[in-house]
């Protein structure tokens, strides 16, 4: 039979381990209430609350036929790729020049590159949740296991023209 110490000892444990559980609850439920704190939203609703700063071409975006919107759509699928290369250009010297990798300058770039993203589907009338929905289906899809060579390599989200039946096949069309 165990003696009074053993109990004690077993007793201590047992209040360790729940005072460790404890302090993990409490860790994990403060997490949750940051978390609840920060403005946090989906996409369409960031496009929404992006496209107020489109200005003028807000309005164009709401009004004009696609015909009619050339220069706007023009002017943020630039914008695109001016503040891509922004982030290029932040790795490029943290890769290659030595700069340290300054990650807060990254998030404002990256920002950046989203609202010019935001605006061109605000121009086109494309909900950026449909994006980026799409986009996950398009990678479960293409790996359905997580990324892997073999599966880059098959691709099996796009439609080769052996898929395409002979009929449907357009074959006048020698590529040029």
């Avoid at 695109?80 to 807060?104: Q, R």
Wanted: charged residues 30%; contains cysteine.
């Amino acid at each position: 039979m165990g003696s009074i110490e053993d109990g004690d000892e077993v007793i201590m444990e047992c209040l360790k381990k729940q005072l460790e559980d404890a302090r993990e609850e409490n860790a994990l439920l403060k997490v949750a209430l940051a978390y609840e704190e920060r403005s946090v939203f989906g996409f369409s609703e960031y496009q929404e609350q992006s496209a107020r700063t489109l200005g003028k071409h807000n309005d164009l975006a709401r009004s004009l036929s696609p015909s009619e919107r050339p220069a706007t759509l023009a002017m943020v699928a630039l914008g695109i790729a001016g503040e891509a290369g922004e982030v290029a250009e932040i790795v490029k010297k943290h890769l290659f020049h030595g700069h340290p990798l300054d990650n807060e300058k990254l998030r404002k770039e990256l920002g950046d590159v989203l609202w010019y993203l935001a605006a061109v589907a605000t121009v086109q009338g494309i909900d950026l949740q449909d994006v980026a929905d799409a986009n996950v289906e398009k990678l479960r899809a293409r790996y359905p296991n997580g990324f892997n060579a073999e599966d880059s390599m098959k691709r099996v989200d796009e439609v080769t023209v052996d898929a395409v039946p002979s009929t449907l096949r357009d074959e006048s069309n020698d590529g040029a």
